[in-house]
């Protein structure tokens, strides 16, 4: 079960700066960082409400 997860993450992020060290498709480079941002945000709209 953890080796799964460990995997998981280590894809993730291998798909990150895979992202930015080959240039893949634009789409998926703003998906991914449109989902960061999300994250961040999610605390400050929940602190402004």
């Known amino acids: 079960m ?3 997860d460990h ?5 993730l992020k ?3 700066f ?6 893949c498709t634009v789409v ?3 998906s991914i960082l449109l989902l960061i941002m999300t994250i961040l945000s ?4 929940l602190l402004v409400f």
């Open 2 to 4: 953890s080796d799964k």
């Open 7 to 11: 995997k998981d993450e280590k894809s």
């Open 14 to 16: 291998e798909s990150f």
């Open 18 to 23: 895979g992202c930015l060290a080959d240039g």
């Open 28 to 30: 998926s480079c703003l």
């Open 42 to 45: 999610v605390p400050t709209i």
